[in-house]
């Protein structure tokens, strides 16, 4: 089996800057893609950052310029860099990977439990 555990949430003010952390642990073979997202209250899930196997990083648009995904593969964790912080920025944010246990079987998809950010203004 496979976990997923971030850390780094909290709360800050509007401006400032968090990093989140999210380090996968189990039977891991290979890991497809590591990415966040986030879920306010009354919203739907949206992907934040996604980085890929081979480093490429895809981005919402809300979050270009302020946030930066990046990936340590041997300690297979990934980061999220959160700078310049807006209140709309608030939610749950959760850890997703799509990782294969063994050479020869399917990847599946996991989540972490999720960290709480909270931009106060």
């Known amino acids: 089996q496979v976990q997923l555990v971030e850390s780094g949430g909290g709360l800050v003010q509007a401006g400032g800057s968090l990093r989140l952390s999210c380090a996968a642990s189990?039977?891991?073979?290979?890991?497809?893609?590591m990415a966040w997202y986030r879920q306010a209250p009354g919203k739907e899930r949206e992907l934040v950052a996604v980085?890929?196997?081979?480093?490429?990083?895809n981005y919402a648009d809300s979050v270009k310029g302020r946030f930066t995904i990046s990936r340590e593969n041997n300690k297979n964790t990934v980061y999220l860099q959160m700078n310049s912080l807006k209140p709309e920025d608030t939610a749950g944010y959760y850890c997703?990977?799509?990782?294969?246990?063994?050479?020869?079987?399917?990847?599946?998809?996991?989540w972490g439990q999720g960290t709480q950010v909270t931009v106060s203004s």
């Open positions: 189990g039977s891991i073979f290979s890991i497809n893609y």
């Open positions: 980085n890929t196997y081979d480093g490429t990083t």
């Open positions: 997703n990977a799509r990782i294969y246990s063994s050479a020869y079987g399917p990847s599946n998809d996991y």
